[in-house]
């Protein structure tokens, strides 16, 4: 990737940070819990995107940016108060808004007459209008328009105004501008303005010069001994000037010995909010860094973003001002860690199984330094998959504008509640999430739901309530989607069910059966096609993208009081839930996700169908049963079913079917290992892991050997027609 | 048990058309493999079967925390498989990207040799042969087999055809 290829990656990376930063203020803004910091955070979000892209040239998101950014300031300023009508306005904008950074970003198009009438909308809350005209002069050339994030200003008391231009030498001696900064801040109330106008064009920047100065106003008691106390490693490495405050404060002008160019008095004022600036500092300081990326990345290395900082500190970074709270780190490099803590976790099991094997007594003291050991490897663990972890809250927040979408195309009044958003899981398991989700949702808004008129019929208040909730529940993350509209209508399910083959007219279903229905795949209860959820993709794919992750889902739902989607998902995708088993001397895991019950058969409920296919008679219906030491090839003549244990699973689709093994050993964690690494896939064979003792236990495919018993050639079929085709 | 192979570091490349071998007996012959396709020499631990997989597959065995099939070297140059014991060993082998534990009866030497003694293959009907075998040595009156490993895991697309 050439640098600037990747600056601009960098800088859409935290476009998608600012618009979460966006979003969230403006929903607290709407939830009426907004203080002056909120609509700060805001404005400053939507300020770095416009700065960015005008770096970048992206005129029409400059342009849009701009006219949201007025609007905001207005607010800020006061002169246009934060209403209801208002903050739907700014939430819309922020939709647009995120549509042009996505534009920008893959070239798709836009919505140019939604966005020109959203601009319009917007412009009508100012009081002036627009006055885009200026923009186009101010960021073609890219100069950076500092802007102000201090709480209105305190009235001036006594202080220090204190000018800091820090030369090369102070950063090469390893000495941070944002520190100094930082414990200036410790001695009272500072407002810091930034002088950027030192900064040259990217071309003319010489990563190891110093071109910022900081003006900083500090009001407090502190004496000018302090002040200068607080410099007294960097004395020589910088300018300083330390001037005392007349009440009724000075101007934030230049000092003239600076020589630099002044700050544009046209600006509001020169003032720079601290997280901002802290982050400037450091891409300043950082020699590779680029100054240019307005909101000031760390060095823009194509790495994966880990710990965004954005999902920890919604409240924006001006509230935590800790810069180096996180870091970026390569994704490969964090896998590579999981895969030997993996390791560790085995081999302490092994160790343990040997030292009890050699007879050791349990109160010993090698017994008891591995159960400390145990206890060490296993804490070991959780922190290394809690660095993959992540806050469902990047995926929560891209919710409410699905919820705004579809209830504008609805026409239904909906208020999306959401609650738990801190809660943490696997990366891989938030991305894959996202999908499911988008579709729960939206069936929760168009079949859930009721119409308004409706709803105040059944005396509920107009507005329909979805709840998107996610919680840490014995080890796995459980996520509940939730609406208070009128619950499944059990008697046109069922009917659709008949009438798509999917039951028999005459079913005697209960009401959790027929609930359960709808995730039958061919089942969509939309008696039209509609724009929202009629796409084809019913509550089937649903599920099965659920089971893909090792989650399971289930309904439950009240007539007139709304249904409740459950989703219990493993915290990781690395280590996975197995019952293990025996077949012939061998073991073998099979994934708890998919096992419905075990039960033993007897010898009545087993039935031969001739050949070796045996059904089993479970509460009245007969379920193909499947010996897995045949469908493996592990024996040739099929266990006497009474001599085994029939798991009965769900597989792919909602087929059930038991798998006959010969004897369950217990339940446990496993860590997930590649049989395609060193070998190939095996047919039948999901994966391998390696259990206590060390040896390699296969993970069962349960869906090949559902399918692999129902046709044994088919699978060799298929496999031939790839081979081939 | 396990023990690195001497000289593993070592570059192969000894200059002069030089060359090192590891040898290994089968039954009663003798074979070998170029020195720098092994990682490492183990004792042999029990391997779990695998289903659908042809017989010459022993299995896989956990490498450290890597899962490796075992390949017995025996039945798959077309001799009678190997009744394991303890005495076996399993040459840990590298094939591309891949990493194949092959089982043998037991290592016997190191050799060096240069590339003019290794004799071209005598042209025999032996698709086997043909497969592995890609020269002969004479070393004190016997005669050890060079064996290209490309071909030892199965091959996916070949069975299904």
Redesign the interface.
């Known amino acids: 990737m050439d640098p600037l290829a990747a600056i601009r990656e960098t800088f859409f990376q935290e476009c998608e940070e600012q618009l979460a930063e966006l979003e969230s203020g403006l929903l607290a803004m709407e939830a009426g819990d907004a203080d002056s910091e909120t609509i700060n955070a805001v404005f400053r979000a939507v300020h770095s995107i416009k700065g960015g892209a005008g770096a970048f040239s992206l005129e029409a998101l400059v342009r849009f940016a701009h006219v949201f950014e007025t609007s905001l300031d207005e607010m800020r300023s006061g002169r246009l108060a934060s209403s209801d009508g208002v903050v739907k306005t700014l939430l819309r904008a922020a939709d647009v808004l995120a549509d042009h950074v996505r534009a920008a970003h893959d070239g798709s198009s836009i919505d140019e007459a939604h966005t020109a009438e959203l601009a319009e909308e917007l412009k009508a809350l100012g009081p002036e209008g627009g006055d885009t005209s200026e923009s186009e002069e101010d960021w073609g050339d890219f100069s950076f328009q500092p802007l102000s994030a201090a709480a209105p200003a305190a009235p001036a008391t006594a202080g220090w105004r204190v000018r800091f231009k820090p030369r090369a030498d102070l950063y090469a001696k390893a000495n941070e501008a944002a520190l100094l900064l930082r414990e200036l801040g410790r001695l009272g109330e500072t407002e810091v303005a930034l002088d950027d106008s030192g900064l040259p064009d990217l071309a003319d920047l010489d990563p190891e010069a110093a071109y910022l100065a900081w003006t900083v106003t500090l009001t407090g008691d502190a004496d000018e001994t302090a002040v200068r106390e607080v410099f007294e490693f960097v004395d020589g490495d910088c300018e300083l000037e330390v001037e005392p405050i007349v009440a009724d404060g000075g101007s934030a002008g230049a000092p003239a010995d600076l020589g630099e160019p002044e700050i544009p008095t046209t600006e509001p004022d020169g003032n720079l909010d601290i997280g901002v600036l802290l982050a400037r500092v450091q891409a300043a300081a950082a020699p590779q860094a680029p100054p240019e990326v307005p909101s000031g990345a760390p060095a823009p290395a194509a790495a994966a973003t880990l710990a965004e900082p954005s999902p920890q500190d919604g409240q924006g970074p001006s509230r935590k001002p800790e810069a180096g709270a996180t870091i970026r780190v390569d994704l490969e490099r964090v896998d590579r860690l999981i895969d030997l803590v993996g390791e560790l976790v085995i081999n302490q099991a092994m160790l343990s199984q040997r030292v009890m094997e050699a007879g050791f007594a349990r109160a010993s003291g090698v017994a008891m330094g591995l159960d400390e050991l145990e206890q060490l490897t296993r804490e070991i663990q959780d922190s290394v998959m809690a660095i993959r972890a992540q806050p469902v809250k990047s995926v929560f927040q891209r919710m409410p504008r699905l919820v705004r979408e579809v209830a504008a195309m609805t026409g239904k009044p909906v208020r999306l509640v959401t609650e738990g958003e801190g809660t943490e899981v696997d990366k891989t398991v938030i991305e894959r999430l996202a999908d499911p989700l988008t579709h729960m949702i939206r069936n929760a808004i168009d079949h859930g739901l009721e119409s308004p008129e409706k709803r105040e019929a059944a005396g509920k208040p107009a507005e329909g309530v979805v709840r998107l909730t996610a919680a840490h529940r014995s080890g796995r993350i459980v996520i509940e989607v939730a609406d208070d509209g009128g619950g499944i209508n059990r008697e046109r399910v069922k009917s659709i069910a008949a009438e798509r083959g999917l039951i028999a007219a005459d079913a005697a279903l209960s009401d959790e059966e027929i609930d359960n229905l709808i995730f039958m795949p061919g089942f969509s209860t939309a008696s039209t096609v509609s724009d929202i959820s009629g796409r084809g993709v019913g509550m089937d794919v649903v599920k099965r993208s659920i089971q893909a992750l090792g989650g399971r889902i289930a309904i439950a739902s009240r007539p007139g009081k709304g249904s409740t989607f459950t989703m219990s998902l493993p915290l990781t995708l690395a280590v996975l839930d197995g019952m293990v088993v025996s077949v012939q001397g061998q073991t073998l895991v099979a994934p708890i996700t998919a096992i419905v019950e075990t039960l033993l058969p007897k010898a009545g409920d087993v039935h031969s169908l001739g050949g070796h296919a045996r059904v089993i008679a479970i509460r009245d219906s007969y379920t193909p049963l499947i010996d897995v030491g045949m469908a493996l090839g592990y024996r040739t003549t099929p266990l006497d079913a009474t001599q085994g244990v029939a798991l009965l699973i769900e597989g792919e689709g909602g087929a059930r079917a038991a798998l006959l093994v010969d004897a369950i050993q217990g339940q446990r964690q496993v860590v997930i290992k590649s049989l395609e690494a060193n070998y190939r896939q095996v047919p039948g064979v999901a994966a391998a892991t390696i259990l206590g003792d060390g040896r390699v236990a296969l993970i069962l495919d349960i869906d090949t050997i559902v399918a692999v018993s129902r046709g044994a050639d088919s699978l060799r079929a298929e496999k031939r027609l790839a081979a081939t085709g | 048990m396990t023990q690195t192979t001497p000289n593993a570091a070592a570059p192969n490349a000894l200059g002069g058309g030089l060359r090192e071998l590891i040898s290994f007996r089968i039954g009663a012959q003798e074979f070998c493999v170029d020195i720098m396709a092994v990682r490492e020499i183990r004792g042999w631990t029990?391997?779990?079967?695998?289903?659908?997989?042809p017989a010459f597959?022993r299995?896989?065995?956990?490498l450290?925390?890597?899962?490796?099939?075992i390949v017995d070297l025996a039945a798959r140059l077309g001799f009678e498989g190997s009744e394991t014991s303890d005495r076996h060993v399993i040459i840990v082998a590298q094939i591309g990207e891949?990493?194949?534990g092959l089982l043998v009866d037991a290592v016997s030497d190191i050799l060096t040799v240069t590339d003019d003694v290794i004799q071209p293959t005598p042209d025999v009907a032996s698709d086997t042969a043909k497969m592995f075998v890609r020269g002969l040595l004479a070393v004190d009156g016997r005669m050890i087999s060079l064996i290209g490993l490309e071909r030892v895991?199965?091959d996916?697309?070949l069975e299904?055809?």
């Open positions: 029990a391997a779990t079967a695998l289903p659908q997989s597959v299995g896989v065995i956990n450290r925390g890597a899962v490796l099939p891949q990493i194949v895991l199965p996916l697309e299904a055809a």
